[in-house]
C-alpha cells in the first residue's frame, strides 16, 4: 500500500544488522520504490561518525528502479531543542529525521519534552519528528500537532513502536494520530528497520490509520512524489534523479 519507507538502520548503527545492499535487495521484492537510510545521529553511544553522514554523496541515487534518500535519525538533545546534526551535516543529508533517545537526553516530564520537541521544529531544520508517542516521553500532544502543522513537520506513526520498541505506545500513537487529522498536519510513516526483513511493514500503522479515519492525501508515504514535493516545499531542491519515480 505503501512504496516509501521513512526510517530504517543499517550496521552503522551497530545495534542493526543490515546493509546497503540488503535493504536495495529487499525493496525490489517488496515494492517499495523509494526508501531512506536513517542512522543514528553522533551523540548516539554506537552511532557511525561525522565522516558517514558527510560521505554519503558517493551512493547512487537510484539502484534497479529504487531510490535511495540520505538521511539521519537526529538527537533532539535538550530543552532549547538543539539537534546533533548541524553546520555541513545538515545540506550533506536529504532531509532530517529527530527524536528523543534516553543515551541523549534522558526523560524528564511532560512540560520539558513537549518544550524541547516544540523548539526542535521552531527552529527549522526538522522534517519528521520521530516516535512522538513514546510513553518514556509523555508530550502535550494537541500542542505538539498544532506546531508541527504551523512548522511543516510531519510527526512519525512508527511500526516498531507497536511490536518490540518503545512498549505501551499505542494509546499515544492513535492520539497522535487523531490530534494531527485535526490540525491538518502531515504523518510520516517508519517502519525503523533494524534489519532488511521488517522493511516496508506498516501493519500496525495501517490499522491505526483506519480506525482514526486519517485522510490518505496527508500521509507522505503515499508516493515517491508526494514526500519529495514535501521536501521542496520546506526548502529542498529538487533531486532530478528521482524524477522518474
Keep these: 500500500m505503501f512504496p516509501v519507507d521513512l526510517h530504517m538502520h543499517t550496521v552503522a548503527s551497530t545495534h542493526a544488522y543490515s546493509t546497503l545492499h540488503d535493504y536495495i535487495a529487499e525493496a525490489q521484492q517488496k515494492g517499495i520504490r523509494l526508501f531512506a537510510i536513517t542512522d543514528h545521529g553522533p551523540d548516539m553511544a554506537d552511532a557511525p561518525h561525522y565522516w558517514h553522514f558527510m560521505n ?5 541515487r537510484v539502484i534497479n528502479g529504487v531510490g535511495i534518500l540520505r538521511s539521519i535519525e537526529a538527537n533532539i538533545k535538550n530543552r532549547q531543542g538543539d539537534i546533533d546534526c548541524t553546520g555541513p551535516m545538515l545540506t550533506a543529508v536529504d532531509f532530517v529525521i529527530a527524536g528523543f533517545h534516553e543515551p541523549v537526553m534522558p526523560p524528564v516530564d511532560k512540560e520539558t519534552h513537549t518544550e524541547a520537541m516544540i523548539a526542535a521544529m521552531a527552529a527549522g531544520e526538522v522534517h519528521i ?3 512522538p508517542g513514546n510513553p518514556r516521553y509523555p508530550v502535550d500532544i494537541p500542542a505538539v500537532a498544532a506546531a508541527a ?3 511543516q513537520v510531519a510527526l512519525e506513526l512508527n511500526n516498531s513502536s507497536f511490536t518490540h520498541s518503545r512498549v505501551g505506545s499505542e494509546a499515544n500513537c492513535r492520539a497522535i494520530v ?3 487529522k485535526e490540525a491538518g498536519g502531515w504523518l510520516a510513516l517508519g517502519s525503523d528497520s533494524h534489519i532488511a526483513y521488517a522493511m516496508g511493514g506498516f ?3 495501517e490499522r491505526i490509520l483506519q480506525e482514526v479515519g486519517f485522510p490518505p492525501e496527508r500521509i507522505l508515504n503515499v508516493s515517491p512524489q508526494r514526500f519529495l514535493r514535501f521536501l521542496q516545499q520546506r526548502g529542498r531542491a529538487a533531486i532530478a534523479e528521482f524524477s522518474e519515480l
Design 56 to 60: 554519503m554523496s558517493v551512493w547512487p
Design 129 to 131: 519528528i520521530s516516535h
Design 178 to 180: 487523531a490530534a494531527v
Design 149 to 151: 502543522a504551523k512548522y
Design 203 to 205: 501493519e500496525h500503522c
